[in-house]
């Protein structure tokens, strides 16, 4: 027919879609490349595997926590606002239980802590469907209260003796305990997203809750589990 393009040749649209996707996908890699390039023009020094492995080492932390957030955009686009005042109620436990418990321990209560409060997020979400940036934005105002009735305007010091300090900042095969750290959360996480059952449901209710819903998955169960495991990664 006459509105038919000839056999073979691509429709204008299309080319323009794909453009901007590859553009898109590129986008990060080239910013990335520039900002690399900058530096190692400014400083001859920046290129150094020390230097990396600084960077990487202060960047570790924001790096886990952005682990826990990327699992909650791939799930709706949403967002969690109270990661901050989760991360720092969580190491203010970990501190106080560290006086009267091991050091493995008292992380691990620091972690369930922060666990509880991305339950409460995924709970007010993902059951009664409250806006993500409203409901974290109330429970960040909530925790942060928790964290300053817990310190009470204290200075908060390290129960934890020398070697547990000394293990923590240490680096390893000349990588930083830090950065293994990052690693094997972002690893774990890229393994659950990619080869679980549970990845693919996040990724069915990204996509359409409501097609994920009639395929038998559970749209509120996944949201309130990924709200738990991005605040477990604060």
Same mark, same amino acid.
């Given at each position: 027919?006459?509105?038919?393009?000839?056999?073979?040749?691509?429709?204008?649209?299309?080319?323009?879609?794909?453009?901007?996707?590859?553009?898109?996908?590129?986008?990060?890699?080239?910013?990335?490349?520039?900002?690399?390039?900058?530096?190692?023009?400014?400083?001859? +020094?920046?290129?150094? @595997?020390?230097?990396?492995?600084?960077?990487?080492?202060?960047?570790?932390?924001?790096?886990?926590?952005?682990?826990?957030?990327?699992?909650?955009?791939?799930?709706?686009?949403?967002?969690?606002?109270?990661?901050?005042?989760?991360?720092?109620?969580?190491?203010?436990?970990?501190?106080?239980?560290?006086?009267?418990?091991?050091?493995?321990?008292?992380?691990?209560?620091?972690?369930?802590?922060?666990?509880?409060?991305?339950?409460?997020?995924?709970?007010?979400?993902?059951?009664?469907?409250?806006?993500?940036?409203?409901? $974290?934005?109330?429970?960040?105002?909530?925790?942060?209260?928790?964290?300053?009735?817990?310190?009470?305007?204290?200075?908060?010091?390290?129960?934890?003796?020398?070697?547990?300090?000394?293990?923590?900042?240490?680096?390893?095969?000349?990588?930083?305990?830090?950065?293994?750290?990052?690693?094997?959360?972002?690893?774990?996480?890229?393994?659950?997203?990619?080869?679980? $059952?549970?990845?693919?449901?996040?990724?069915? $209710?990204?996509?359409?809750?409501?097609?994920?819903?009639?395929?038998? @998955?559970?749209? +509120?169960?996944?949201? $309130?589990?990924?709200?738990?495991?991005?605040?477990?990664?604060?």
């Amino acid at each position: 027919s006459l509105s038919s393009p000839p056999t073979g040749v691509i429709p204008r649209h299309q080319n323009e879609s794909r453009a901007r996707s590859l553009l898109s996908a590129a986008a990060i890699p080239l910013v990335l490349v520039v900002i690399v390039s900058l530096g190692a023009l400014v400083s001859p +020094r920046f290129l150094t @595997v020390a230097n990396l492995v600084n960077v990487l080492n202060s960047a570790a932390i924001i790096g886990i926590a952005a682990v826990g957030m990327t699992v909650v955009l791939l799930v709706g686009g949403f967002v969690d606002l109270s990661m901050p005042a989760t991360l720092a109620t969580a190491g203010i436990v970990t501190l106080f239980v560290g006086s009267v418990l091991p050091a493995p321990l008292a992380v691990a209560v620091g972690v369930a802590s922060a666990a509880i409060a991305g339950l409460v997020n995924g709970l007010l979400i993902g059951w009664l469907g409250l806006n993500p940036v409203i409901a $974290t934005l109330g429970t960040n105002v909530v925790i942060l209260g928790i964290a300053q009735a817990l310190i009470g305007g204290q200075i908060i010091y390290t129960p934890f003796d020398e070697s547990v300090k000394q293990a923590v900042t240490a680096s390893y095969y000349g990588v930083p305990f830090a950065v293994l750290v990052l690693v094997l959360v972002a690893v774990t996480v890229g393994f659950v997203l990619s080869a679980t $059952t549970f990845g693919r449901e996040v990724y069915a $209710t990204g996509g359409n809750p409501n097609a994920a819903l009639i395929a038998g @998955v559970g749209p +509120r169960r996944v949201t $309130t589990i990924v709200f738990v495991i991005s605040a477990a990664c604060a």
